[in-house]
């Protein structure tokens, strides 16, 4: 794909620009658009599963504080080699940004109205987390799977298993 495509829309209100933006590449001089029609395909349908369903429900803007990485950004982040990120299966959303709705809310909806592989309760507290990770695999198994992201006292992240899928 070229940089001038990342104004495609994925769904109604996601569009290709919103879910490749990201400071650090900017910032690196590295290219995050997708080259890759299958990883364009794999946002489409997180976009038309997850994101649109979330957004129609909520009614309000769901902001994406990640999307697709590329391997040269998700190197340079520090994110997993396994990263469903840079299968572009995987979106980060912050409803607090906006602050219509809270990420709880957004991380029940999900777990509670869609088919997901694997979400994510990022850090924060028992209340409200951080920010909620979610994948979507249109071309396999969707798991249900529901974690929690922890911290040691060393600052090394682990994952708690949250509950089984519905």
């Not at 590449?25 to 080259?35: E, F, S, W």
């Not at 349908?45 to 369903?53: G, K």
């Not at 980060?92 to 994510?120: H, P």
Request: a negative charge; aromatic letters at 10%; one cysteine or more.
């Amino acid at each position: 794909m070229k940089n001038a495509d990342s104004i495609m829309k994925l769904s109604k209100n996601l569009s290709l620009a919103e879910v490749t933006k990201s400071i650090t590449a900017k910032r690196l001089g590295i290219n995050n658009v997708p080259d890759d029609e299958w990883i364009v395909e794999n946002l489409k349908s997180i976009a038309e599963h997850i994101f649109q369903p979330l957004r129609n429900a909520f009614g309000c803007p769901i902001y994406v504080s990640s999307g697709y990485r590329g391997p040269e950004l998700n190197r340079a982040i520090g994110g997993s080699l396994r990263s469903q990120h840079m299968e572009g299966r995987a979106l980060d959303l912050d409803a607090d940004v906006y602050g219509k709705c809270t990420n709880s809310e957004i991380f029940e909806w999900i777990r509670e109205n869609v088919e997901f592989d694997q979400m994510v309760w990022e850090f924060g507290d028992s209340d409200n987390p951080d920010w909620v990770h979610v994948s979507y695999v249109h071309d396999g198994v969707n798991r249900g799977r529901c974690l929690k992201a922890c911290r040691d006292d060393e600052g090394k992240v682990y994952y708690e298993v949250m509950f089984k899928a519905l």
